[in-house]
């Protein structure tokens, strides 16, 4: 083998080893508050049920569960309002489809699915139905996605599970038992839930009751559980996001949302 051919074979070996740590990265044991968002709409609605980061945009957006006229709202990394206008769909979750570069929402109950794309004057598009009936565990579940299977999934807190619907072919369904090692499913808010894109920690919920974070992998292993920061507000229902690489927790009383960066 030449000098050179070591070089290349090292190089490589190297670039594996690298690829490997990141695609693995464990969650931080302490995370780090670096966003603050208030909404701009002060009044409407209480349940804050998503955020979405916005690649192309470089923005994230939030919205209200509970009435379509609750509102939808951008801000940036810095937490500056971009826009704020009515969601028009009683959101229960919303992610960002890579594949198409719109933005889905799923809709309370029988709504179904929409999606919306953000314009070049960083405002949304009309929202458009594109799929109808309920396809999740309850009315009040929320969908997030998982790019990687591209699938949309859902905790299922009363049956111990999360549920995932193919995007391409929702009546194509995968479940699975969540399999807990420091916690129980009683502790959890049951819509709270994220998608980190993080191998082997791909979905996590919110233990309200200790205040912990705890992350699953496809198997439904518990892989990981970080404390919540002192200063982050913890609620039973809803107001619990995960965007970019952040846990976003929202409080309720004085409308903001707060990110804390965990991978």
């Given at each position: 083998m030449t000098i050179q051919q070591k070089f290349i074979k090292l190089t490589l070996t190297a670039f594996v080893a690298i690829t490997a740590i990141t695609a693995f990265a464990q969650p931080l044991s302490s995370p780090i508050r670096d966003i603050t968002y208030t909404l701009f709409n002060q009044y409407d609605g209480t349940n804050a049920s998503a955020v979405v980061w916005v690649p192309k945009s470089q923005m994230y957006?939030?919205?209200?569960?509970?009435?379509?006229?609750?509102?939808?709202e951008g801000f940036s990394p810095a937490g500056t309002n971009i826009f704020s206008e009515n969601a028009n769909v009683d959101a229960r979750g919303m992610w960002y489809n890579t594949k198409s570069g719109d933005i889905e929402i799923n809709g309370a109950g029988e709504m179904g699915w929409y999606g919306f794309s953000i314009a070049p004057t960083n405002r949304p598009t009309e929202r458009l139905n594109i799929l109808p009936g309920q396809n999740q565990p309850d009315f009040q579940s929320i969908g997030v996605y998982d790019e990687a299977k591209k699938q949309v999934c859902f905790l299922n807190a009363d049956a111990n599970g999360i549920v995932c619907h193919s995007r391409k072919k929702p009546s194509k369904t995968k479940s699975f038992d969540l399999n807990f090692t420091s916690t129980s499913s009683v502790n959890l808010n049951p819509y709270a839930f994220g998608y980190t894109g993080q191998a082997g920690y791909e979905f996590v919920c919110m233990d309200y009751v200790n205040r912990n974070m705890v992350f699953f992998d496809r198997s439904g292993n518990q892989t990981?559980?970080?404390?919540?920061?002192?200063d982050a507000p913890v609620n039973d229902w809803f107001a619990f996001s995960f965007a970019n690489g952040r846990a976003f927790f929202y409080d309720k009383e004085?409308?903001?949302w707060t990110g804390y960066k965990v991978f």
């Open positions: 957006v939030t919205v209200v569960a509970g009435n379509a006229e609750f509102p939808l990981a559980s970080v404390a919540i920061p002192q004085n409308r903001i």
